[in-house]
């Protein structure tokens, strides 16, 4: 598939797109936001258009699109345990009018925690966004490692995870329960009732490509199972468990909202854990 594209491109040159025609706020969110954030954070460090770039948890892949037609990057392979990366021709078409993505995207369906090193070149840069509190905890260690494994020497590896578990809308459930912190205050039943009585239209920026996949009732389940599937990591741990992995500490930024913590909370998980809603964490080799 990869060297059909590779040969459409050498001749026709890349498809022609205008994000004029962007109407999905998710696909805007992605190809615009998440793709500056990580333009800003690797850019500085790594020469996007000549790095040899690996999307760990690429979802559906809208950011790499936007990494390459906005920020000039070559070579991104994006590996996920889901296929979601397999709709981006379509939302490439739908979204921009563009009628075949650019060979510089390749894409992998992986067994989870199944080894990556050893299977390809090593790569300049590693970005993982919104992916590292969805891993099973006793697969993080090893997926680390294996990441680090995947690294050139002197090569970068950008982490972004928000919202992190404890903070106020940390169970992801935000867009069918605005209540703060409600998943530290209530029992799954109650929390799975609030879901099951939504009705109406839900927060489009928070609605990816797999909704029409799964209809209304579906997509509340899968929703609330990937809430039930947290890892519950904090910030703290997160830099504990990949510099334990070899990666050594270039920067960080942690955010935090601004938000009483209700009375039942107090003193049960330390402050910082309460409001600490965002890492970005840029590691080296
Ligand atoms: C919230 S989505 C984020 C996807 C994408 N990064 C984005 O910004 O849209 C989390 C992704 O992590 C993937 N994921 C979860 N566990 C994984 C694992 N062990 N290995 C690779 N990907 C994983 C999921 O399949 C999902 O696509």
């Known amino acids: 598939m990869n060297w059909s594209l590779r040969l459409q491109e050498r001749v026709w040159g890349l498809a022609p797109w205008d994000a004029g025609r962007i109407t999905d706020e998710w696909f805007r969110a992605h190809f615009e936001y998440a793709a500056d954030v990580v333009q800003h954070w690797m850019g500085n460090v790594l020469d996007l258009p000549t790095a040899r770039l690996l999307n760990f948890g690429c979802g559906d892949g809208i950011t790499d699109l936007a990494l390459v037609l906005r920020h000039g990057a070559t070579a991104i392979h994006g590996v996920d345990i889901r296929r979601e990366y397999a709709k981006l021709p379509r939302i490439a078409r739908e979204q921009l009018g563009m009628s075949r993505i650019p060979a510089a995207l390749t894409f992998e369906t992986i067994t989870p925690s199944a080894p990556l090193a050893g299977k390809r070149p090593l790569v300049d840069g590693i970005m ?152 970005f964490l840029l590691l080296s080799k």
Not at 137 to 166: K, N, S, T, V
């Open 128 to 279: 993982s966004w919104s992916t590292f509190e969805h891993v099973q905890r006793d697969q993080l260690a090893p997926i680390f490692h294996d990441l680090y494994a995947c690294l050139r020497p002197g090569g970068y590896f950008f982490i972004q995870i928000e919202p992190l578990f404890y903070s106020p809308y940390g169970s992801h459930l935000r867009r069918y329960d605005d209540v703060p912190w409600h998943h530290l205050l209530a029992t799954e039943e109650e929390l799975w009732s609030v879901i099951q009585a939504h009705d109406g239209p839900i927060d489009a920026a928070e609605t990816d490509f797999g909704f029409a996949d799964f209809g209304v009732d579906g997509y509340k389940k899968f929703v609330f199972n990937e809430y039930r599937a947290l890892n519950r990591l904090t910030a703290d741990e997160l830099v504990a468990i990949t510099t334990g992995a070899g990666f050594k500490l270039v920067r960080q930024e942690r955010r935090s909202l601004d938000m009483p913590i209700p009375v039942a909370l107090r003193g049960k998980y330390p402050d910082d854990w309460l409001l600490n809603n965002e890492i």
